[in-house]
Nanobody, 125 residues
Framework: QVQLVESGGGLVQAGGSLRLSCASSPRTLSNYYAGWFRQAPGKEREFVAAIDWSGGGINYGDSVKGRFTISRDNAKNTVYLQMNSLKPEDSAVYLC??????????????????WGQGTQVTVSS
């Protein structure tokens, strides 16, 4: 069983930056694929970014390409999401997800077995 805990959310002005972290316990996250999704009120859960267990295979949703960067530090059992040039439309709850055995593509929420509770990101205009 993998438990994921997100942190780093908050309130930021448009154009600003935030770095989200996703820490795992008790098992190491190093053997798992990881992804970030986001969900705004009344909207579908949206794919943001994904990374494979080695730090490669990086993929981004179209709305965040060029602004967000996903990375991981397996020694710290942590996956990060660096978010730059934030826009009000980026406001959402950001959720971290993980899966050990890949059954489908990493941009689909149904691919993932484990989810965190999420961290709120609010971008003011």
């Amino acid at each position: 069983q993998v438990q994921l805990v997100e942190s780093g959310g908050g309130l930021v002005q448009a154009g600003g930056s935030l770095r989200l972290s996703c820490a795992s316990s008790p098992r190491t996250l190093s053997n798992y694929y990881a992804g970030w999704f986001r969900q705004a009120p009344g909207k579908e859960r949206e794919f943001v970014a994904a990374i494979d267990w080695s730090g490669g295979g990086i993929n981004y949703g179209d709305s965040v390409k060029g602004r967000f960067t996903i990375s991981r530090d397996n020694a710290k059992n942590t996956v990060y999401l660096q978010m730059n040039s934030l826009k009000p439309e980026d406001s959402a709850v950001y959720l971290c997800a993980a899966v050990g055995r890949l059954r489908d593509t990493l941009d689909k929420r149904t691919t993932y077995d484990y989810w965190g509770q999420g961290t709120q990101v609010t971008v003011s205009s």
